[in-house]
């Protein structure tokens, strides 16, 4: 490969040609030599300079001669210059090979970018999941609720995130996660700037709770439709792993920047801001969009139906068929589906109760102020973003290398369940361990936790790419129950026993185990058709 390279010497400005061999068009002999295009001693003068090499082969009586690197065409390109460095226009512009203005994501494939922006969705998607769990201190004292109340304000994200699973799902097929994820964004960003306003009436404030539940829970599904539909197999852990894992990098960015804004601007500025933030996506999206090129070239084979109901208008009639026309029977005569749908309550029971009230926990349990427990509880997520890399790795190298889908989804799933639960059970028992090594065991079994993104969350493409986003669906709303019960469960039975063991980590324990062994029993990656056969 040649390479270009601008220098100045003698008072002349240089091209620098390097050869990787002595087959050069400007010499057998030397390895480098100079064009010599400009005087170099004028001032300020900036230039753009593209070019492109083409390969000549020269084939003569059957006789084929070594590839030879040809210089094809140059431009230069005036881009600065000062009224003391005026160049005739025979030097303004000449032709390009190419231009190297472009910006540095233009050529990345298509499927790169869709999986780029979707993780920063999931960045936003979970910051403004996050930041009520922090700015519910300040908000009780104001308003003075009780633990119960508080869980009930927090639970009622999840009433709208588990009523918006299936519909997102469904949606996402119909007409493309894409269109589905970005205006989930829209309706969940501009629900978490309205908090401040509605915090003193309740009803509103759960209402508009509500609405940010909706717009996060349609984006799992819409982020999975994208995946099954471009990305292959052997890059897809990696792929689910750098999507979701944005959740992880959404968590720390919430819990580290809550704090000091509520500090110095008031709790209402996190709500502000990262409804801002959500907004703000939407519209760069839009931009991005329009210089994009359709992915419907590159998705799978089955798909080809489903990016021609994209591209036109669906009817009201047509969308009522395609309800009539996904398999539900088939997906709940599956023991594969059920383990999955198990699994996820399981997993997300000890997800969400941890992502609630461990700012809390900690700010109790070891005398925090509302800073120092915000940093505490960053830990957890912050591990998980290194272990998401080390778990997917892992698992598409096992892949790789011919283990058993089925076999590498268990694998990772156990490391998921099991490792929060040995953690948690070191944290119940009074052993005498100060706080702080409870907080480092803590921090340990839930970055642990993040193996799933290569275990139970990577199922759904396994098993049907083409139903991949409605599976999700499926799961992900018997996932947020969780949400919904657990949440205000702890709560309650916080204000009851007073005791973290019993209320936060006795019943995340229980499920933790029991999907263990469901897990491992029935579980299964065998691609499935979802026929009447089947």
């Known amino acids: 490969m040649a390479k270009f390279t601008f220098t100045a010497d003698h008072n002349l400005f240089c ?18 030599r100079h064009l010599h295009v400009f005087p170099s001693r004028l001032p ?5 300079v593209s070019c492109s090499i083409k390969e000549k082969e020269n084939v003569k009586d059957s006789e084929k001669r070594p590839t030879v690197p040809v210089l ?9 210059e000062t ?5 005739g226009s025979e030097f303004r512009s000449e032709k390009l090979g190419f231009d190297w203005t472009s910006p540095p994501w233009k050529n990345l494939p298509q499927r790169y970018k869709m999986i780029g922006t979707t993780s920063l969705a999931f960045v936003i998607c979970n910051m403004d999941k996050v930041n009520l769990s922090i700015a519910i201190i300040p908000m009780s004292h104001q308003f003075g609720w009780n633990s119960s109340t508080a869980g009930l304000v927090q639970s009622s994200f999840f009433w709208g995130y588990a009523m918006s699973q299936l519909l997102g799902g ?5 007409v493309g996660g894409r269109k589905v994820l970005e205006i989930g964004v829209l309706i969940w960003s501009l629900a978490t700037a309205l908090v401040p306003f509605l915090a003193g009436f309740m009803p509103g404030l759960v209402l508009s709770r509500i609405l940010v539940g909706i717009g996060e829970g349609v984006s799992p599904s819409a982020a999975t439709e994208l995946i099954a539909r471009t990305i292959p197999l052997e890059e897809r852990s990696r792929a689910v792993s750098f999507v979701f894992g944005g959740l992880s990098v959404g968590s720390v960015a919430g819990l580290l920047l809550a704090p000091p804004l509520i500090k110095n601007l008031g709790w209402e500025s996190v709500f502000y801001i990262f409804g ?5 996506w939407f519209l760069g999206f839009q931009i991005l969009k329009e210089g994009e090129p359709s992915v419907g070239a590159s998705t799978m084979s089955w798909s080809k139906s489903v990016s021609g109901k994209k591209s036109g208008n669906i009817s009201l009639q047509e969308l009522g068929g395609s309800i009539k026309d996904v398999p539900w029977k088939a997906f709940f005569r599956s023991e594969a589906v059920w383990a999955m749908i198990y699994a996820h309550f399981c997993g997300s029971w000890g997800h969400y109760t941890c992502l609630s009230w461990l700012p809390t926990y900690f700010s109790e349990e070891l005398n925090l102020n509302l800073t120092e427990a915000a940093w505490v509880s960053v830990l957890p997520p912050l591990c998980s973003i290194f272990v998401t890399g080390i778990a997917a790795q892992f698992a598409d190298n096992l892949i790789a290398s011919g283990v058993e889908n089925t076999t590498v989804r268990k694998i990772c799933q156990t490391i998921a369940f099991l490792s929060p639960a040995t953690c948690m059970i070191l944290s119940s028992l009074d052993l005498g361990l100060p706080p702080w090594e409870s907080v480092v065991i803590l921090t340990g079994g839930l970055a642990l936790s993040s193996f799933a993104l290569s275990g139970l969350y990577c199922t759904h493409q396994d098993i049907s790419p083409e139903y991949a986003s409605i599976l999700l669906g499926i799961t992900n709303t018997i996932g947020a129950v ?7 469960l702890t709560g309650y039975l916080l204000d009851s026993t007073h005791s973290w063991s019993m209320s936060l980590f006795g019943p995340s324990i229980f ?9 491992l029993a029935f579980a299964s990656c065998k691609p499935l058709s979802f026929s009447d056969e089947d």
């Open 15 to 32: 091209l620098s040609y390097h050869a990787p061999s002595q087959n050069s068009i400007f010499n057998a002999s030397p390895e480098r």
């Open 44 to 48: 300020r003068l900036k230039f753009r």
């Open 72 to 80: 094809k065409e140059l431009q230069v390109d005036e881009l600065e």
């Open 83 to 87: 009224s003391e460095a005026r160049l």
């Open 170 to 174: 469904w949606l996402a097929k119909m």
């Open 276 to 280: 801002l933030l959500g907004i703000a």
């Open 482 to 488: 969780p949400g919904i019960v657990g949440v205000a």
């Open 511 to 519: 499920f933790y185990v029991t999907g263990t062994i469901v897990w």
